[in-house]
């Protein structure tokens, strides 16, 4: 088993290591270490929580520790580049115990906060600058900044730079820094965006993947709870009193949904706090304390907070609104089950996240266990079901109305375009014949043309090659999947195909 001390590292870094709890390094520290140390670039693939923080700053304290010397005043000698504000204090604080021993200063610089602290720390040089790319181009802009002696370049978190529309400020600062320089380049996806970025800043690097972002992490149960929308807070306040329940982070989609959702576990008499871009860096630090502290452990946060919140002992992450981008869904469970912890991750599914569920599960390649917490007013409603209301019948049923595809078991509906007609009979536009749906037209006949119902257009251009590509309209037959309580066996085959 490989142990940090395989890896090179010198001995103040070793106690440093020892004093923090660390012994054994993660895979991407095991593989990057010795490269950075050698002095090559490097290009990592990881999601979050993979000890990438590690990976990058300890062999750079050793490279700037060894080689000696103080920092340009105004500049630094290594730049970490970051999202966000909550990300560029984590990665600080955690450069700051590696180098405990060393000497070596560390400072931070983010918006949201004055411009004179960060003034004065540039005008002393600084060994190790952790910065978002936007407030550090402002400090360039005012002459406050330099950037001319910058031995090694770090990019974190290079796909949400991407996200949060950096990648221009990137570009500018890049101009500024000195040619020859190590630049080591970690993302948790490789878009293409990203990957041409990576083209242009890195020379040879060695490339380090682990913990592809379709991998969640083993120890998170994962489970489903299908409601109505409207009973979110109920459900969410029950989850959150439950027996085992600790510190937990709660996903809202939108800051102003997140703001809500505080508000309403207050009335429910649970305290939260939320965090997101509108927040003041005041209120921002405030919630990250009472969350750790546990006087307020529940956190309402919208996905600034999927990447940037390194908090040990939550307990449940629970999805308020599942995310539009279904990587996004493992980088929030990645908040727990962390330093061997383990963890749970609840997703509450209305009828309109469920093609965002599938999305989910298409990219991770397993079905999410699921209960139905719907009420029985609903429930009952909702009958009869799914295959009855689209008449996808086996032709175990009279068919009325319109065409269909006929695959799936009978009950009124339309008749079966490749059958759902008794063999020998002709076809029946308007469908009042009995189907038997085993498979198509009699062996020898031409294919009969399919009639429309009255009022019915055949989708055109880029709407036919939709339906035949994704099997129909696929977002109403989600809802009437959900409604109808087929949350599996009917998955369009274009969300399932692949798994």
């Known amino acids: 088993m490989t142990t940090f001390t395989d890896l090179g590292l010198a001995a103040p870094l070793l ?32 999601q979050t929580g993979t000890g990438k923080t590690a990976a990058f700053s300890l062999p750079i304290l050793q490279r700037l520790d060894a080689k ?88 974190d978190e290079a796909d949400q730079m991407l996200d949060k529309g950096f990648l221009p400020a990137i570009r500018r600062l890049v101009k500024v820094l000195p040619t020859q320089r190590q630049t080591l380049f970690f993302s948790a996806t490789m878009p293409t965006e990203i990957g ?62 997140a703001d809500r959702v505080v508000k309403q576990l207050d009335q429910d008499g649970l305290a939260a706090n939320a965090i997101h871009g509108n927040k003041s860096q005041g209120q921002r ?65 209305s009828a309109e996240d469920l093609d965002k569920l599938w999305a989910v599960e298409k990219l991770i390649r397993q079905v999410i266990p699921a209960e139905d917490q719907r009420d029985d007013k609903t429930r009952s409603l909702a009958k009869p079901g799914l295959l009855q209301r689209q008449g996808a019948g086996n032709g175990q049923g009279k068919g009325r109305g319109q065409p269909g595809r006929g695959h799936a078991a009978g009950g009124r509906g339309q008749p079966g375009a490749h059958g759902g007609q008794r063999q020998g009979q002709p076809r029946q536009p308007q469908g009042q014949g009995q189907g038997t749906g085993t498979g198509g037209r009699p062996q020898g006949q031409p294919k009969p043309a399919q009639p429309q119902a009255a009022g019915q257009q055949r989708p055109q251009g880029g709407e036919a090659a939709r339906r035949r590509a994704g099997g129909g309209d696929a977002p109403r037959r989600d809802r009437d999947a959900f409604r109808n309580g087929d949350f599996r066996d009917n998955a369009p085959a274009f969300l399932t195909r692949g798994r």
Do not use: M, W
């Open 196 to 257: 041409r970025l990576a083209n242009e800043l890195l020379r040879d690097p060695a490339r380090v993947e682990v913990a592809p972002v379709a991998t969640t992490a083993e120890r998170v149960a994962q489970r489903v709870i299908h409601l109505e929308q409207g009973n979110k807070r109920r459900i969410l306040a029950d989850l959150l009193r439950a027996e085992g329940v600790g510190r937990t982070l709660v996903f809202s989609r939108t800051k102003h949904g």
């Open 285 to 349: 630090e405030r919630a990250l304390a009472e969350f750790k502290d546990g006087s307020a452990p529940i956190l309402v946060a919208t996905d600034i907070a999927a990447r940037g919140i390194d908090v040990d002992g939550v307990t449940h992450v629970v999805q308020y609104d599942l995310p539009e981008v279904p990587e996004t869904y493992v980088h929030r469970i990645g908040r727990t089950a962390r330093a061997g912890a383990s963890g749970e991750a609840v997703a509450l599914v």
């Open 15 to 46: 106690r440093a290591l020892d004093d923090a709890g660390y012994t054994t390094p993660t895979p991407i520290q095991a593989q990057a270490i010795p490269t950075v140390l050698a002095g090559q670039d490097l290009l990592g693939i990881a």
């Open 68 to 155: 000696g010397g103080r920092p340009p005043r105004g500049g630094c000698r290594a730049l970490v580049l970051s999202p966000t504000r909550e990300l560029c204090s984590q990665i600080a604080d955690n450069v700051r115990a590696y180098g405990a021993h060393l000497g070596l200063s560390v400072a931070v610089i983010f918006g949201g906060v004055p411009h004179g602290p960060q003034r004065r720390a540039l005008g002393q040089g600084i060994d190790i600058l952790v910065a978002t790319p936007g407030r550090l181009q402002d400090h360039l802009d005012a002459g406050t900044a330099r950037l001319d002696r910058v031995e090694v370049l770090v990019l």
